[in-house]
């Protein structure tokens, strides 16, 4: 798995990863909680008898709350995209509060023919231009879908923007609803409350500061955590380890 390419040119997709596998090495893969909604998409390529496997299904990931370690045999080439959570609310039409930590298969009436896009995919040589389709198509189907809360938008950027620093009575004055409704809709259409995603939302940054060198304790002050034992609560609750058990571990695995 390599880093985002390019961001896209639609404003509700973050970015886009390359996703692959091969033969005889399974890639191990460390999702960790981000905020984001993703794809991820087959890309097929013709095996070496010439004929061409039947494409797997999407499958649409929702908010993770807790990092999770995936396996996938090779040989495979995917696409990972990554919406904001009011993406993919609008996407697939339908609350996302039931797909948190969880995914399932993106069929009709989220995605168009899904063998015919995988399949159209797998024709296109260049990976800007699979990009360029599938901005095409997301934009198209997100506008078909059904809008976000303006509020809840605007609540979520005011969330990534603070670093997870908002409280929800701030939120909820500033999208003029009750803190109770805010919830209800923030649920519905990120999949988490307020207080998860901003829960979330420090822990990225302070996993970021982190892996700059900053001391635990700096990062926690600089996220926005009460202090450190606040920090290595949340990464425990987050990843199952303490701040410095994490860095050891990503450190000894091998994820692709």
């Excluded at 040119?9 to 905020?35: D, I, K, N, Q």
């Excluded at 609350?95 to 069929?107: K, Q």
């Excluded at 987050?238 to 994820?255: I, K, L, S, V």
Aim: glycine residues 8%; charged residues 20%.
């Amino acid at each position: 798995m390599r880093p985002a390419l390019r961001p896209a040119s639609h404003s509700a997709v973050v970015g886009y990863r390359v996703v692959r596998s091969l033969p005889g090495r399974p890639a191990r893969r460390l999702t960790l909680p981000t905020g984001l909604v993703s794809i991820v998409i087959a890309v097929p390529h013709p095996a070496h008898d010439g004929s061409t496997p039947p494409p797997a299904p999407p499958l649409l990931s929702g908010v993770r709350t807790k990092a999770a370690i995936t396996v996938s045999a090779g040989p495979a080439t995917g696409i990972e995209v990554m919406l904001k959570p009011t993406a993919g609310y609008s996407l697939l039409g339908s609350s996302l509060h039931e797909l948190v930590d969880r995914h399932i298969e993106l069929l009709e009436p989220a995605m168009i023919d899904t063998d015919r896009l995988t399949m159209t995919l797998g024709q296109l040589d260049c990976w800007n231009d699979r990009f360029m389709l599938l901005d095409r198509l997301l934009s198209e189907r997100i506008a078909a879908g059904p809008p976000a809360s303006p509020g809840v938008v605007r609540a979520v950027l005011a969330v990534r923007h603070g670093g997870g620093r908002r409280s929800v009575a701030e939120l909820a004055a500033e999208s003029q609803q009750s803190p109770r409704h805010l919830e209800r809709l923030f649920k519905e259409q990120v999949g988490v409350s307020p207080k998860t995603y901003a829960q979330i939302t420090r822990f990225r940054h302070a996993l970021r500061l982190i892996r700059t060198g900053l001391s635990h304790a700096d990062a926690a002050a600089r996220a926005g955590f009460h202090d450190q034992a606040h920090l290595h609560r949340d990464f425990k609750s987050m990843t199952g380890r303490t701040p410095r058990q994490f860095m050891e571990f990503t450190r000894a695995e091998d994820f692709r």
